[in-house]
């Protein structure tokens, strides 16, 4: 093996080409972005960059020097038009050939299709160039509107409470991440909002952008209209498959490895095995685990890759963890106190503990991942009573023992 292409200088791409080299491949390694930016960490850029307590230095996956130094070749601005299993085709027309070829082409922007979407104001949030514009288009404003109550919708608001914006939040489901949380642990989260001064709309459904060239409002379905000089859209991504005609995500085997020789896929645009079912999660933590297994993976290595999901999120001066993924549950047990963001929810499926949530609790890190990757069945009397250990729980320790 002598040639190796990485498509997508994302988390995944960056930790698979550090670890081909870390594991001794010193063959020709390429990699392929369509961004014109250095390799970056994308979680700040709703955090601390959009606060502007980090800048573009501080959020490097690596420095510049790192790609000379392990001769990786970066073709920034590229992008990748077309693939087969011997050769990846280039905007440009330009073919690289390769002996193995990873995907790590992450996701893009689902746009709301409703009319004064292409008002001057309305922005999105997904790129270091989103970033650096909404950053400059923040400290300008006055009133924000953030629309979708998701993680990065979330950040958006605190961070725009943070800056003295006055700042409203619609969301459309009765509670933001009510689908991923529970009712109740979601009230909790939108009560931390509230506190910081973010209206909290729900029930909301936008019908529309209203302005001449510039947004001066956003519509909901209600006939309700909340005045604005800046709304930013966060309703989710759509996986980049498109190099293998994967509109859902690219799915993979449990060595990450897609249906056509040679050519593997890592990160958000990968649909893996977990737990008896094909899943695509857009997790940090999942994306460079991913990247690193490929690596090995396409170095020969035949272990299955065997995933922990875990993400953060930080609102204003409160850290939230997930460990696990719990599409479903039947039981939500709560330990700790949720109002005073000291608190563990987990997340049940059949006895068994499928995910994780916590604020305020970061000695209970390692035992929730041990717990959840596990799968451990523990009495909900138990995990919701305090004086029962969590680390001495995930070990294996009855109550009492």
């Not at 009133?143 to 979708?148: A, D, N, Q, W």
């Amino acid at each position: 093996m002598r040639r190796v292409v990485i498509v997508g200088a994302s988390v995944a791409g960056v930790h698979a080409a550090q670890a081909l080299r870390a594991a001794g491949y010193d063959g020709d390694l390429q990699l392929v972005s369509a961004e014109v930016e250095f390799p970056y960490d994308r979680p700040p850029l709703s955090k601390g960059f959009l606060l502007g307590t980090q800048e573009a230095v501080d959020i490097a996956l690596q420095p510049r020097s790192f790609y000379e130094e392990q001769r990786i070749a970066l073709l920034l601005g590229t992008r990748a038009t077309a693939l087969d299993q011997h050769a990846l085709t280039l905007a440009d027309g330009r073919r690289l050939t390769y002996d193995r070829l990873l995907l790590a082409t992450g996701a893009r922007l689902r746009r709301l299709e409703v009319p004064g979407g292409d008002l001057q104001g309305v922005v999105y949030l997904r790129t270091f160039e989103d970033a650096r514009a909404l950053r400059e288009r923040l400290a300008a404003a006055g009133r924000v509107v953030v629309v979708g109550g998701g993680f990065i919708g979330l950040e958006v608001a605190s961070a725009a409470a943070q800056l003295g914006k006055k700042a409203v939040l619609l969301e459309a489901l009765p509670a933001p991440l009510g689908h991923l949380l529970g009712e109740e642990v979601a009230q909790g989260l939108a009560q931390l909002h509230q506190e910081h001064g973010v209206e909290l709309v729900t029930g909301a459904t936008v019908v529309r952008f209203a302005g001449d060239s510039a947004v001066r409002s956003v519509e909901v379905q209600d006939g309700r209209s909340f005045p604005c000089d800046l709304a930013v859209v966060g309703v989710g991504v759509a996986p980049n498959g498109e190099l293998l005609g994967a509109d859902g995500g690219i799915e993979v085997d449990s060595r990450l490895q897609t249906s056509m020789p040679g050519v593997f896929a890592a990160g958000d645009v990968a649909r893996f095995p977990l737990r008896g079912r094909h899943v695509r999660i857009e997790h940090w933590d999942i994306a460079r685990a991913m990247g690193e297994h490929a690596a090995r993976a396409m170095l020969g290595e035949d272990a299955p890759f065997e995933a922990s999901p875990f993400f953060w999120s930080d609102q204003y001066d409160v850290t939230f963890q997930y460990f696990g993924h719990a599409e479903r549950w039947d039981r939500m047990v709560l330990r700790g106190d949720l109002m005073a963001r000291s608190f563990v929810a987990f997340y049940l499926q059949g006895g068994a503990i499928g995910a994780a949530f916590t604020a305020g609790r970061p000695r209970d890190a390692l035992p929730l991942r041990r717990l959840v990757d596990q799968a451990a069945h523990i009495d909900p009397d138990v995990l919701q009573r305090e004086e029962f250990s969590l680390r001495r729980l995930s070990k294996g320790e009855q109550p009492g023992g």
